[in-house]
């Protein structure tokens, strides 16, 4: 593992996101299109996907701009968009689509869905009491789980 992917991997960690609460996600998505379907399988699929260096990109990008946001270390106007997330501002989902992207399409409605319902994990990360800011965050964590939900239904059709 390199430094890139190492600290993507700890930025995850010390903004209190897991690899197993991306697995989570991942269950939740596939659960009823794959009924043997066991945590391992989910883990290998977020683990497989946190390997792309596109994905750790994105991960340090994002996470970085929502320490600054958290700091107050922007400018404004876009201090006060990103702390308050607001709707209109996409740029978030933007970063996102990078990761979503890696499997094709189904990744679009993987991602649209978790984005939408916020199980687990994107929960607490939507909680604008928490005092933390995750504009980025939650979008990137819901991408992964998106993308390794897409890895895992290619790999169940033995297309990848």
């Given at each position: 593992?390199d430094?890139?992917e190492?600290?993507?991997?700890?930025?995850?960690?010390?903004?209190?996101?897991?690899q197993s609460?991306?697995a989570?996600?991942?269950?939740?998505?596939q659960?009823?299109?794959?009924?043997?379907?066991?945590m391992?399988d989910?883990?290998?699929?977020v683990?497989r996907?946190?390997?792309?260096?596109?994905?750790?990109?994105?991960?340090?990008?994002g996470?970085?701009?929502?320490?600054?946001?958290?700091?107050?270390q922007l400018q404004?106007?876009?201090l006060?968009?990103?702390q308050?997330d607001?709707?209109?501002?996409?740029v978030?989902?933007?970063?996102?689509?990078?990761?979503?992207?890696?499997?094709?399409?189904?990744?679009?409605?993987?991602y649209?869905?978790?984005d939408k319902?916020?199980?687990?994990?994107?929960?607490?990360l939507?909680d604008?009491?928490s005092?933390?800011?995750?504009?980025?965050?939650?979008?990137?964590?819901?991408a992964?789980?998106?993308?390794?939900?897409?890895?895992?239904?290619?790999?169940?059709?033995n297309?990848?």
């Open positions: 593992m430094e890139v190492l600290r993507a991997r700890e930025w995850l960690e010390e903004r209190g996101v897991t609460d991306i989570e996600l991942v269950y939740f998505l659960k009823k299109y794959h009924p043997n379907l066991d391992q989910c883990m290998e699929n683990d996907v946190l390997a792309k260096r596109e994905v750790q990109n994105a991960i340090l990008s996470i970085q701009l929502d320490v600054l946001a958290e700091q107050g404004e106007p876009l006060s968009i990103i308050k607001e709707g209109l501002y996409g978030d989902e933007i970063l996102a689509f990078s990761i979503v992207n890696i499997y094709g399409s189904i990744g679009f409605t993987n649209g869905y978790i319902e916020k199980p687990g994990i994107l929960g607490f939507n604008k009491e005092g933390m800011c995750h504009t980025f965050l939650d979008d990137i964590v819901g992964i789980a998106a993308a390794a939900s897409s890895r895992l239904a290619h790999r169940a059709q297309t990848e």
